[in-house]
């Protein structure tokens, strides 16, 4: 295998996983402003990420519930 194949393999991995939770959070923007406003104006990253988590195992749910 050359390097340069698994480098491209492990880019779009990262890129796949940096896409998915930038969407995530423009999607908590525009659902829950509240949860974001807090965790900007107190500093703490914890609801933010709670939050973002959740998200992501719904729609990790959801996706399963089609199966």
Same mark, same amino acid.
Do not use: N
């Given at each position: ?31 829950? !402003? ?12 914890? !609801? ?20």
């Amino acid at each position: 295998m050359k390097i340069s194949r698994l480098s491209v393999g492990v880019v779009g991995f990262g890129l796949a996983v940096v896409s998915t939770l930038a969407v995530a959070a423009a999607w908590l923007l525009l659902t829950d !402003p509240v949860t974001v406003a807090g965790a900007v104006t107190d500093g703490e990253i914890s !609801p933010l990420v709670q939050a973002l988590a959740t998200l992501l195992v719904d729609a990790v749910i959801g996706l399963l519930g089609y199966l």
